[in-house]
Structure formats: C-alpha cells, structure tokens
C-alpha cells in the first residue's frame, strides 16, 4: 500500500500501461517535459520518449483524429484534453468518426482510444475550466464513458480503460486530484472491480444516493452528516456512466425506496435525469418518493466567485434528503 | 464582397502534364515515367472500367436501387493515376467519391454500392485493401491518414498513407490541422485533392483566393499541381510524393486540377449554379479520351482491344446490377451489431427487449 493523490495515482497507472503495453501512446498539450498542467503526466516523456509521450500541436480535433489513425495502425492512444471545456473542438472526430468507425467497418476496425479529460468545477478558474460535459458523451452510442472518484479507482480505472478495445472518455475530478488514499499498486487486474460497474461506498437503509466524479465526496459527507440526524443513506459511485450498472442502482433503491442524484452538470437533460427515468421504470413500487436531482443550474457555468452558489454541496445535498423524506 | 485577388498576386500556377488532351507525349523536367504497352493498357482498362462502374451506380440510384451515389464523372484519371501508384504496403483514406481508387485496392464493386443502397455504412474489409471506409464528414479522414502516418514511422516500416479530399475540404479546420501535423512530425503522407473545382454548388473562388496546391509552402512541404485529367502526370507525381514519404523526407500534397462532370451526388442539380459551356470545355480534356488516342497513334492498342475492354466494361455493369439487387436487406438486429468490440450491457438489453417486441408479432399471428 502507498499514500497516493489522485493525480499520482493516475500517473503510475498510466505509467503501467505503457510499461505492460508498447502500443500504449500517450498525447496531448503540454505533457511532455511540463508534465501535463495537472502532472497527471509527469516524468513520462522522459521514460517512455517523444514517440510514446507526445506534445501535440495545439489543436484537439487533430489530437483525437491522429488519434484514431494510430488506432487503425495499431496502436492504444491516451489523449488528455487540457481541459473540460477544451473538448469541443474535438467533438466532432469523438461522436462522428471515433464512436461510429467500429461500427460502420461492421467490426474489422477496433479503436482502443482513451480520451482523459479532466472536469468539473470547484478550483477557482476562469470560464471553459469547470465544466461537466458528460452528458454529451453518455449519449453517443459507441463510446465507454467513466468517472473515477478517488486514488484507488484512478489507478485501476485508467488501466482498464487502455486495455478496453472500445472508445473510452475518462473523466477525472480535477478538484479531487490532491485527494490522497492507500493504493496497492501491486494488486492484480483480475482483482480489481469490473470495469462497467458501480460500486457501494457507504453502505444505507432509508435512502440511496447516486453520485460520480468529485460528487462522491460530496455524497459521503452528505451521508455522514444525515446519519447525526439519524437517516442511513447509502452511497452509490456510479463510476461507469455509459452502461450504467443498472442492476446494482436498482437493488439499493428497491431496498431503501428513497433516491437523490448529485452531479455538478446543469440538471436539465443531465445523466441524473436518464437515471431518474430508468429507476422510476424499474422500481415503480419501491418508490416512498419521486427520485429527486440534485446539480448545477440551467446557466452557463458562472464566475468562479459564484460557483460555491452552482455547485451542490453539503447543504443542498441534504437539503433534497430532507425533501424525499417529506413525502 | 469578395476577395481582391490581385493582393498578394503570385506568378501563374504550373501544371505537371505528361499526356495533352489531344494525347501527345510530353517530357517534364521534373516528372519522367516510362510504361510498358501493358501497363498502358492497363491503365486504360482501369479508367474505362471504372467510369462503367460508376455510369450503372447512377443508373441503379435512378431506378430507386440506390438511395444516392456520388459519381466520379471526369475524376477517374486523377483517382486512377493515383491509385496505381500505391503499393500493397500503403494505406489510402477516401471521401465517399473515391470509387476509382477502390478499384486499385481491389475493393469488389458491389462493396462500394451497400453504404449507398442502404444496407450498411460500408461494407469492405479496411485493413485487407488497406483501402479505409469511405468518410462523409468532410476532411475527417485527412487526420486519420497522418495519424496512420506516424503509426508507420513508429514501425520503422516503409510505407506511406494517402489521404484523399475535395477543393471544398481545404477550408475545413481538420484538413489544417492534418497539415500542421504532418508537417510538425514528417509523417509519410500524401495529401491528394481532386480540385474539381466545385463543392456542390460553391465555386472554388469561395474556398480560396490562391491555388490550392500553394497552401503547402505556407506549412512547410512541398505542393505541386498535376493536370488531374492526365493519368500518366498524376501516376508520375503521385509515385515520387509516395517515394519521397517512404523515404523519410515527410509530407506533401498534390492538387490534381479536375472537374466534376456530373453533379455534387445524384440528389443535386447542377444546372442551378453553373453553365453548360464549362462542361463542354472540360469535356474536350477528357481523361479517357486522350489516353485513347495516345494508344491508337502509338500503335499499343488499336480498335479490337478497345472493343474488347468496351465489352468488359458492359459484362461489368451487367454483373453489378445484378449482384446488387441480389444484395439482401439486413436483418431488423443487425443495427445492434458492432456498436461496441465489446459486450455493452445497455446495447444488450435493448436489442433484447426489442427482438422481443417483434417477436411478439410472429407470436401474435400464429
């Protein structure tokens, strides 16, 4: 076991992959020699070689297109976008030509392409830096998308997702990347939990809470802080966002008949609201209350000085508790 | 408004020309290519044989055999020319009209027609024919071909990529950022543009105020203009642009100087936006034409080859039509084939519910 961040831990993950996989590339801005501006990447380059760590031109359509035609060669590209905000550019190559190219080949081409992008809010940046663009992923067909929330994950999560033989977006909480936590970095891949599925981080009878990405933390604080007041929430980390591990979201929510969805994207047409249906489907008469979201607002992300207003945090968290309680 | 394009005036742009439309030989200092009588027919074969392909394509869209087709009409020397410089080896990344460079790839005809009858999103091997699925999200693939590109520089192989795109495709930010990205890495790659001087409906006036073929000095490689009706020239400069990536002197690009005989695809009507007098002036430059007489004058083929090539060409045709409505619908559970190389809990239990949902039908009438 090792005290590891976040950040380091998907360092050292990345690091195995390349180490166990020569076809493993990574490429992006700025991750060579600097690192990557979060040194996610850091001491890369000078392990692996320009060929294997590789600053790109500033431009992330081509990142993700060159992207996909080393894939067609053969090789598994990593690509981090700089930024959430930063992924539009490459939009176009993701949903168009990496989501579909398997497909429309009737499976001859695979593309093993992890796109990391780190995301969210929290950290005091200026606009395009904070945002949670998840659901414009989750809804293209063809591609994995996953969210780690912590060390261990991080550092198990990024591996799986190289290995993958499909498309993967990789959300990374960037306000979470100093959060520490004992990784065991000598565990076994077959040891690890399943790559498309959720798991159970606190365990709860009156109410399940589902959360991803930096929202965990946010869950379990919540949770700990519902349980002074004598309610049992249990904590899902969804963790895999396209599939979502229905089946576990169902058990929990048919057992405790509660659930709040917490997630820092604007609620309206947000992944909570896919998962609200779904559970309303599948757990009709379970249900003691309507599933309830909570997230950010319908408003361009806002200036930072107003983000502690946008982001759901403790108080909002259990403030929409208090409302599935009162029905 | 439009652009003055006496500002930054250059000198006229050169063509490469080897063959001239009334089919003399002609020397250049620079490109040389020396044939023997069969390759020569060959390539004539290769030229008449694809101009049927795509001649029987337009008439299965006609009769509602297609849903569309995009025709090659007066580009299949510049799509010949090119493919046949290719070796095995090389790696080749179409738009959707690169039906004659199929045909070098050896890609089965029938194959091409399956995206546009509806069938499939295309249906041909990719890394057999090292020929890529055809791309309609235009300039995509430009970035595809150099990311391949420096897949082959990490082998240590020796070989290069072809991308394939229009006139119109050099506006697009993914064609830019192809450039920079060849020309930052030195990627073994060809850019080949059919400038066949329309996209759609939009003149290339309203792509560009210089010769194409002269953006790649701004990116730091070599651009030359080929006369894209003149399959010998494109041949030549195609074989050293390939020669010259293989060998590790980086990228370059080739503008083959066309037309679009036909319209944009089968949907469109070109009679709204240009004039008749242009399409007969480039039908005097007709690739197939020159080569015909080139043969005839030379004494490499005369009347009883072109007789017979022209029945080949028929047999072809007939052979497609028939193959194609012969080519059967998908089944309904198909579309969730493929989504994922690997099993996607979500796709599976949608294709589910929905076999059952037909299946209740068949119940339903027993």
Not at chain 1, 190 to 200: A, E, M, Q, Y
Not at chain 2, 99 to 128: I, S, T, Y
Not at chain 2, 256 to 273: C, I, K, L, N, Q
């Amino acid at each position: 076991m090792t005290t590891l961040t976040l950040a380091k831990a998907m360092n050292l993950g990345l690091r195995k992959a390349m180490e166990d996989d020569p076809k493993v590339l990574i490429m992006g801005e700025d991750i060579g020699k600097l690192g990557g501006v979060f040194r996610v990447t850091d001491g890369l380059q000078k392990d692996f070689g320009e060929d294997r760590v590789i600053d790109t031109p500033l431009a992330e359509s081509g990142i993700i297109g060159t992207a996909i035609g080393l894939a067609i060669r053969g090789y598994r590209p990593v690509c981090e976008i700089q930024f959430d905000g930063f992924v539009f550019p490459a939009a176009d190559q993701i949903i168009t030509q990496l989501a579909k190219m398997p497909l429309r080949s009737l499976g001859k081409l695979k593309l093993p392409v992890v796109v990391r992008i780190p995301c969210g809010g929290g950290i005091g940046a200026v606009e395009h830096h904070s945002e949670s663009p998840e659901a414009y992923f989750t809804h293209t067909a063809g591609l994995r998308v996953v969210a780690c929330s912590n060390p261990v994950d991080a550092y198990t999560m990024i591996q799986q997702a190289v290995r993958s033989d499909d498309p993967v977006i990789f959300f990374e909480p960037k306000r979470r990347y100093w959060d520490k936590a004992e990784v065991d970095t000598s565990s076994a891949p077959d040891t690890w939990h399943p790559f498309d599925t959720g798991r159970v981080v606190r365990q709860g009878a009156d109410l399940t809470m589902l959360a991803y990405g930096p929202m965990v933390k946010t869950a379990l604080e919540a949770a700990n802080a519902a349980a002074e007041e004598g309610r049992s929430i249990e904590v899902v980390d969804l963790r895999s966002l396209n599939p979502v591990d229905m089946p576990l979201v169902t058990e929990s929510v048919r057992k405790t008949g509660r659930c709040v969805i917490v997630h820092e994207a604007p609620v309206y047409s947000g992944l909570g609201g896919e998962l609200a249906a779904r559970i309303t489907e599948q757990c009709f008469y379970n249900l003691e209350a309507p599933v309830l979201r909570v997230g950010g607002f319908s408003t361009p992300y806002p200036p930072s000085r107003l983000e502690e207003h946008y982001l759901p945090d403790l108080d909002r968290v259990l403030d929409a508790v208090d409302r599935a309680f009162g029905y | 408004m439009t652009a003055d394009v006496s500002r930054g005036a250059q000198s006229p742009p050169e063509l490469v020309q080897l063959l001239t439309p009334e089919g003399e030989r002609i020397e250049h200092p620079d490109y040389d290519i020396d044939l023997t009588a069969e390759e020569l027919r060959g390539l004539y074969r290769d030229l008449v044989l694809v101009r049927r392909i795509d001649l029987e394509a337009v008439a299965l869209q006609r009769q509602g055999e297609l849903g569309l087709w995009a025709s090659l009409l007066g580009q299949e020397a510049a799509q010949v020319g090119s493919g046949r410089a290719l070796t095995d080896a090389d790696m080749a990344f179409p738009t959707y009209r690169e039906h004659g460079v199929a045909w070098c790839r050896k890609v089965d005809p029938v194959q091409l027609l399956g995206m546009f009858r509806g069938v499939n999103h295309g249906g041909w091997d990719p890394v057999e024919h090292n020929f890529h699925l055809y791309t309609i999200v235009i300039g995509s693939q430009t970035l595809h071909a150099v990311g391949y590109a420096m897949g082959i520089q990490r082998d240590g192989a020796e070989s290069a990529a072809i991308a394939y795109f229009g006139d119109g495709a050099t506006s697009q930010g993914d064609v830019n950022e192809a450039f920079i990205w060849a020309s930052v890495f030195n990627a073994p790659v060809v850019f080949f543009c059919q400038n066949n001087q329309w996209a759609i409906s939009e003149p290339l006036e309203k792509q560009t105020r210089i010769p194409l073929y002269r953006r790649a000095a701004g990116f730091g490689f070599p651009g030359v203009r080929v006369d894209g009706n003149d399959v010998l020239a494109c041949l030549a400069v195609t074989r050293k642009a390939l020669a010259d990536a293989r060998s590790g002197q980086g990228p370059s690009m080739i503008e083959a100087f066309t037309y679009r005989m036909g319209a944009h695809t089968t949907s469109d009507d070109p009679t709204r936006y240009r004039v008749a007098d242009e399409l007969e002036s480039w039908k005097l430059k007709d690739p197939i034409e020159r080569v015909k007489a080139y043969l005839a004058k030379s004494g490499i083929a005369d009347q009883s080859y072109f007789d017979a090539i022209d029945a080949e060409a028929d047999e072809l045709g007939r052979d497609l039509r028939r193959r194609c409505l012969a080519m059967p619908d998908p089944q309904p559970m198909a579309m969730f084939d493929h989504v994922y190389a690997e099993p996607h809990a979500l796709v599976a239990e949608e294709r589910e519910q929905y076999a059952a949902y037909l299946n209740s039908f068949e119940e339903g009438a027993r």
